[in-house]
């Protein structure tokens, strides 16, 4: 059977829909207004921007009006070629100068077929799915049917339980342009972990659990995520070690195997990323493995301190869990609807639990914190779902390629979290949902610079 080729960039019918349509968008817009919240929420950089609006002689013989239009269209096909979140981006900027026309008919082409192809990770049978957070039909080529009928991921990675091997296999879609350092970058206030070597620069464990034992859970969209996130760290200079669908006893061996290993103790730093289903039950995040296993995330978290994984004391880590954390849409507040402190602050517990306060003083010991140097970055905060498009991958994860390919040359790793974090927060579904990224500092005292392309040692 002939597999059908995966799209690359901009899905082709959204392509298409901006073509057919250039003219009619270019009159029910304002380009002065577009083309700067383009900018600002980084859908088109400044020098993209002045590449748009360089009509290098074209122009000349042109009016002043005539000119405009001209940028206008080419700022509209320009934004066809910036990726696949490029456009629920551009329906994000067009909603946001209150061009609701044109918001229309972006969302249209959408309506045609199958409605909006936005998933929420966390859909189960006994959850009323929201018209919002529609599961869709993956490609035909990623998926095949084992003995029991289940829907099971082709894509081969690292074995489970085998030998730890790096993965060097290229992969599919999107090649961004990671833009190099050219020279490592420090801070004399705070500091900064060294991200200096060649050929230890650092260690991705990515784990990507797409198939479950409920077929109509399949992550569908999310081998675009891997692919994306391969494809940034190698050229951050990155050994990867990338597997898929694990159980949770899988999971934790292979996860005390690479913590425990040689390129673990050589690495100057370790990023991990978990890609499932998530929940939040009572005041605990909770994932889902494989084999429908669910666990604590703070079990997770505690294979990083410094008794249980000592090759990483003192070295950066960055875990990110894209998961839902609940299961409400975050539908947000409308602007100048919020609650008064005072209405607000009554709906608080008038119960406060008693504080109890440890003092502390100078430490002249060697011991170091059990958790520390690092960060846990999620795609939503607690109590709400977090979205993926099933063609194109999850609004946080190709985001968080997206900025780190243009801004980790200069930029440090917090900042461009904030960066992620702000650009997620602009994109909405069909129906308005949104989703707040959010990271904790658990003893992050220094600036993390990855300097791709640049080493000294």
Not at 7 to 26: A, S, Y
Not at 259 to 265: F, G, H, L, R, V
């Amino acid at each position: 059977m002939q597999h059908s080729r995966r799209e690359i960039g901009m899905l082709q019918k959204h392509r298409d829909h901006i073509n057919e349509h250039l003219d009619e968008l270019v009159k029910c817009t304002n380009y002065t207004r577009i083309r700067e919240e383009c900018v600002r929420i980084n859908l088109l950089s400044p020098d993209m921007l002045r590449n748009v609006e360089d009509l290098s002689g074209a122009g000349f013989n042109m009016s002043k009006e005539d000119s405009q239009l001209e940028q206008h269209r080419r700022l509209l096909i320009k934004i066809t070629k910036r990726g696949p979140a490029a456009y629920n981006q551009l329906i994000t900027v067009l909603r946001n100068v209150g061009s609701l026309q044109a918001v229309k008919l972006l969302e249209d082409v959408s309506e045609q077929n199958s409605g909006s192809p936005f998933i929420s990770i966390n859909e189960r049978k006994i959850t009323r799915k929201s018209a919002d957070i529609v599961d869709t039909p993956s490609p035909a080529p990623t998926a095949t049917a084992d003995r029991d009928g289940a829907c099971v991921s082709k894509r081969e990675y690292n074995e489970a339980g085998g030998t730890l091997i790096p993965y060097t296999e290229p992969v599919d879609g999107q090649k961004r342009d990671v833009k190099k350092s050219d020279r490592v970058h420090t801070d004399e206030v705070v500091g900064t972990y060294n991200m200096q070597s060649q050929h230890y620069r650092g260690v991705l464990l990515m784990i990507n659990i797409i198939d479950f034992p409920d077929t109509e859970r399949k992550r569908n969209g999310a081998e675009v995520d891997s692919d994306s996130l391969i494809h940034l760290f190698r050229e951050m200079g990155f050994t990867i070690f990338a597997y898929n669908n694990m159980n949770q006893e899988q999971f934790f061996d292979t996860l005390g195997k690479v913590t425990s290993s040689k390129y673990a103790q050589q690495t100057e730093c370790f990023v991990m990323v978990l890609m499932t289903h998530g929940e939040r039950v009572g005041e605990m995040d909770k994932v889902e493995f494989g084999d429908g296993s669910v666990v604590d995330v703070h079990k997770i978290k505690n294979y990083f301190q410094a008794s249980v994984s000592p090759y990483l004391v003192h070295k950066p880590k960055v875990l990110i869990f894209p998961f839902c954390r609940g299961r409400e849409a975050d539908l947000g507040q409308r602007i100048n609807h919020f609650d008064s402190i005072g209405t607000a602050a009554s709906r608080l517990s008038r119960q406060e639990e008693t504080v109890v306060e440890t003092e502390g003083r100078p430490s002249i010991y060697t011991n170091v914190p059990s958790l520390s140097d690092t960060l846990v970055c999620y795609a939503s905060t607690p109590g709400y779902v977090t979205h993926r498009d099933a063609e194109s991958g999850s609004w946080y994860i190709q985001t968080f390629c997206d900025m780190m390919a243009d801004h980790a040359h200069n930029t440090p790793v917090e900042d461009i979290l904030k960066k992620t974090n702000e650009l997620v927060g602009h994109m909405r579904t069909s129906k308005g949902s949104m989703q707040t990224g959010s990271f904790d500092n658990l003893g992050f005292n220094k600036k993390l610079y990855f300097n791709p392309g640049f080493y000294t040692e």
